[in-house]
T-cell receptor, first 114, second 111 residues
Framework: GENVEQHPSTLSVQEGDSAVIKCTYS??????FPWYKQELGKGPQLIID?????GEKKDQRIAVTLNKTAKHFSLHITETQPEDSAVYFC?????????????FGSGTQLTVLP | DADVTQTPRNRITKTGKRIMLECSQT?????MYWYRQDPGLGLQLIYY???????NKGEISDGYSVSRQAQAKFSLSLESAIPNQTALYFC??????????FGPGTRLTVL
């Protein structure tokens, strides 16, 4: 089955700096890669996703890059703000059958220092 | 997401007790999922359901059962709770294979 590894497990940055979180996956057939943000006491919320037919996607201060050859994808947050502090999860899945079964990374605790 | 609700939000129970966690959604989605989250780990899929008549096991289904009472309701049961089932439990929904939307979670403690 799919295995997703996520690094680092914790990350502290100064407000205004950039943050990068990296994930690798094992199943070359995976073709969908979402990123979720989980704030304290809440469920994970999708912040951005990318499909295997593109190499990069941006949404304001957030971007995701995908390298299919190397089987890794990354989340980039620019101009970080205190409200970006949360746990971030990457995930991977493939279409096939009729369910999208997500395999999650272990999470990154991001702290943005004011 | 307020469209996916879970009850209870917190529960403390004793070893051997039967417990049910409930999930309801108003998003009109056909698919529903139950995940477990342990500290320092990602979310692991317990069970998922395509529709009322379709239930499938996930990667960690042992010790759990589910019931899809209606399109909008999906409950998770622990028939005889054990301490290593102490965790955060999340329900999620999706329309087909689109984005999964998560509920706020239930914190379960088994003593």
């Amino acid at each position: 089955g799919e295995n997703v590894e996520q690094h680092p497990s914790t990350l502290s940055v100064q407000e205004g700096d950039s943050a990068v979180i990296k994930c690798t996956y094992s199943d070359s057939a995976s073709n969908y890669f979402p990123w979720y943000k989980q704030e304290l006491g809440k469920g994970p919320q999708l912040i951005i996703d990318i499909r295997s037919n593109v190499g990069e996607k941006k949404d304001q201060r957030i971007a995701v890059t995908l390298n299919k050859t190397a089987k890794h994808f990354s989340l980039h947050i620019t101009e970080t703000q205190p409200e970006d502090s949360a746990v971030y999860f990457c995930a991977a899945s493939r279409t096939g059958g009729s369910a999208r079964q997500l395999t999650f990374g272990s999470g990154t605790q991001l702290t943005v220092l004011p | 997401d307020a469209d996916v609700t879970q009850t209870p939000r917190n529960r403390i129970t004793k070893t051997g007790k039967r417990i049910m966690l409930e999930c309801s959604q108003t998003k009109g989605h056909d698919r529903m999922y139950w995940y477990r989250q342990d500290p320092g780990l990602g979310l692991q899929l317990i069970y998922y359901s395509f529709d009322v008549k379709d239930i499938n096991k996930g990667e960690i289904s042992d010790g759990y059962s589910v019931s899809r009472q209606a399109q909008a309701k999906f409950s998770l049961s622990l028939e005889s709770a054990i301490p290593n089932q102490t965790a955060l439990y999340f329900c999620a929904t999706s329309k087909g294979t689109d984005t999964q939307y998560f509920g706020p979670g239930t914190r379960l403690t088994v003593l």
